[in-house]
Each structure stands twice: as structure tokens, then as C-alpha cells.
């Protein structure tokens, strides 16, 4: 069964870093998405992606984000100067049409 | 703005029980209700989802019941087992923008004694 797969699972850095993290979307999908869930949190949306261009984002996706799928396969969120806060789980997830599927999730822990 | 509550936070069930995890939306535009089961150490995995021009959808021991009009959706497990116990999340989206965003209740989390 296809599934979406994320790199790394565990990103350790230090404040003000760029960090990239990676996702590779199940294949026929169109839409890509990126959340997040900071510890005992809910789930929250930062950016859908679709024909090469982001669909919509949070107040949270500011212009410290920004995603980009560089070739056919791979999506990736870019965190260009971290902070404490954006300590978190974050999952990638695609859909066809209806119904998204999310990956394993990278944890990312800000020094 | 968008909301989803979710209830109860945490949900403790007898093996053979039924579980019920509700929802309320505040959306009116929302019409895709999924939920979601999340393991230890796992992404969300989507278990049973929901549409709004339909009020109920089984698949075998889980069902969701949409009411449109108190803006409530439920998931129910019936017959639980041990590998049940899991964080439950519902959500609520609107198809009409294609690739909608997911807003997300809470969580629930199930345990299932045996």
C-alpha cells in the first residue's frame, strides 16, 4: 500500500538554523500538505501546496516558511530561522481528491 | 473563526465495549468530516470519513454520524479491543476549496482494558 515518507524522523538544531525537512507524497496525489502538532497540541494546518504553488496557508506559515517541490517526487518545508517554538511534530500528508494521508512526522527540537 | 471541540480528552473502555468520541464544528462551510487514529511514535492514520449530505457510514466496528444541523459529529467503536487504544482525532474541512485544509479537534485518548 503507497504511503507518504518523511526525512529525517528526528532533526535536533540550534536556534536561528535553517532547517529542511523532506517528504515524499504517494505518487498519483495532487494536493500536499504540511502540519504541525506541538507536544499535547492539537494538529494544526501551515500550508497546502497544488500545481506548483501554495493553495493556502496559516497565520503560523510566515515568511520565516516556505515550501517547494524541486523535482517530481519530493516536497519539502524550509524553516530559514528557527525558533524555540517551532519545536514540534511536523507531518506532511497528500491527497488525491478527498481524504489526506499523512507521513510518520519529523520531529523537530530547537536548542 | 474555524473550530472543532472534541470530547471527551481521554475515553477508558473495557475490551468488548463500545467507545463513542464526539465532535462539534463551527464552520458552516465544512462538509468532510474525517477521523483520524494515531499510534505512539506514528503519523495520523484516516480511518472512516463522512460527507455531508450523508448522516451515518459504518465500516465494520467504527461508524461516524454527521448532524448538519447542531453541527455534531460522533465516531463509534463498537466491540473494542486492546489494539484500539489510541489517540482518536476528528476534523472538519470543506470540499468545495479542492485540497482544503483540516481543522482538527483535540484528541481522544482511547484505552482499551482487557
Known amino acids: 500500500e503507497p504511503e507518504v515518507t518523511q526525512t529525517p524522523s528526528h532533526q535536533v538544531t540550534q536556534m536561528g538554523q535553517e532547517v529542511i525537512l523532506r517528504c515524499v507524497p504517494i505518487?498519483?496525489?495532487?494536493?500536499f500538505y504540511w502540519y504541525r502538532q506541538i507536544l499535547g497540541q492539537k494538529v494544526e494546518f501551515l500550508v497546502s501546496?497544488?500545481?506548483?504553488?501554495?493553495?493556502?496557508k496559516s497565520e503560523i506559515f510566515d515568511d520565516q516558511f516556505s515550501v517547494e517541490r524541486p523535482d517530481g517526487s519530493n516536497f519539502t518545508l524550509k524553516i530559514r530561522s528557527t525558533k524555540l517554538e517551532d519545536s514540534a511534530m511536523y507531518f506532511c500528508?497528500?491527497?488525491?481528491?478527498?481524504?489526506?494521508?499523512f507521513g510518520p512526522g519529523t520531529r523537530l527540537t530547537v536548542l | 473563526g474555524e473550530n472543532v471541540e472534541q470530547h471527551p480528552s481521554t475515553l477508558s473502555v473495557q475490551e468488548g465495549d463500545s467507545a463513542v468520541i464526539k465532535c462539534t464544528y463551527s464552520?458552516?462551510?465544512?462538509?468532510?468530516f474525517p477521523w483520524y487514529k494515531q499510534e505512539l511514535g506514528k503519523g495520523p492514520q484516516l480511518i472512516i470519513d463522512?460527507?455531508?449530505?450523508?448522516g451515518e457510514k459504518k465500516d465494520q466496528r467504527i461508524a461516524v454520524t454527521l448532524n448538519k444541523t447542531a453541527k455534531h459529529f460522533s465516531l463509534h467503536i463498537t466491540e473494542t479491543q486492546p489494539e484500539d487504544s489510541a489517540v482518536y482525532f476528528c476534523?472538519?474541512?470543506?470540499?468545495?476549496?479542492?485540497?482544503?485544509?483540516?481543522?482538527f479537534g483535540q484528541g481522544t485518548e482511547l484505552s482499551v482494558k482487557p
Open positions: 463522512i460527507r455531508s449530505n450523508v
Open positions: 505518487s498519483n496525489h495532487l494536493y
Open positions: 476534523a472538519a474541512s470543506s470540499l468545495y476549496n479542492q485540497g482544503g485544509k483540516l481543522i
Open positions: 500528508a497528500s491527497s488525491a481528491l478527498v481524504g489526506q494521508y
Open positions: 501546496f497544488y500545481n506548483n504553488e501554495i493553495s493556502e
Open positions: 464552520d458552516s462551510a465544512s462538509n468532510y
